[in-house]
């Protein structure tokens, strides 16, 4: 399974715009990398669920992504596990083309998308590359002070990618 994950690295608290911006920048970073992007916009709620400002905020952003890119797949707000395992996509919202098959998790805020991206690469072995930095005019990753030489290499790697492509 190969997964966009955004924001970890930048935005601390970003806005309902920003994370409509940070979701259509991933799905574009997804697409250059043959990735079909279906966005997932994270929240503790799924679909109607819950409610709060911090599910508002994913709601709002969720639907300036769909008027900005209507061609893209979206739903939001949506729960990690509603959005990455097929069966409980299906429980919680079975109308959706991203349940349980989300390729771009877009966090809602800088602590939830860091701290995610550190456990599921520590902790199931995952391969990272990352973070990338998007909405630049030139190519520029960052490394986590934590990194492997593995990590160096494959940023490296993708840099390089992503310079030939301008």
Same mark, same amino acid.
């Given at each position: 399974?190969?997964?966009?994950? /955004?924001?970890? *690295?930048?935005?601390?608290?970003? @806005? !309902? ?9 991933? !799905? ?7 990735? #079909?992007?279906?966005?997932? %916009? ?5 679909? @109607?669920?819950? #409610? ?29 596990? *509603? ?15 991203? *349940? /349980? ?7 809602? &805020?800088?602590? @939830? ?5 550190? !456990? ?7 391969? !990272?590359?990352?973070? %990338? ?14 990194? @492997?030489?593995? &990590? ?15």
């Amino acid at each position: 399974r190969v997964s966009v994950f /955004g924001d970890c *690295a930048v935005n601390p608290d970003p @806005t !309902a715009e920003q994370l409509a911006e940070i979701a259509i920048s991933s !799905a574009e970073s997804s697409l250059r990398f043959g990735i #079909e992007p279906r966005i997932a %916009m994270l929240s503790y709620s799924s679909g @109607t669920s819950g #409610e709060g400002v911090d599910v508002e905020k994913v709601r709002l952003a969720t639907e300036i992504v769909k008027q900005k890119r209507p061609d893209l797949k979206v739903e939001g707000p949506i729960q990690y596990d *509603a959005a990455v395992d097929p069966v409980v996509g299906k429980q919680k919202l079975p109308d959706s083309k991203v *349940a /349980g098959q989300a390729s771009v998790l877009i966090f809602p &805020d800088l602590n @939830t998308g860091n701290n995610t991206y550190k !456990a599921v690469q520590r902790e199931t072995g995952a391969l !990272a590359i990352g973070p %990338m930095l998007q909405g630049l005019n030139k190519p520029i990753n960052d490394l986590s002070r934590g990194c @492997t030489v593995d &990590d160096i290499f494959n940023t490296v790697i993708i840099t390089a990618i992503q310079a030939q492509e301008e």
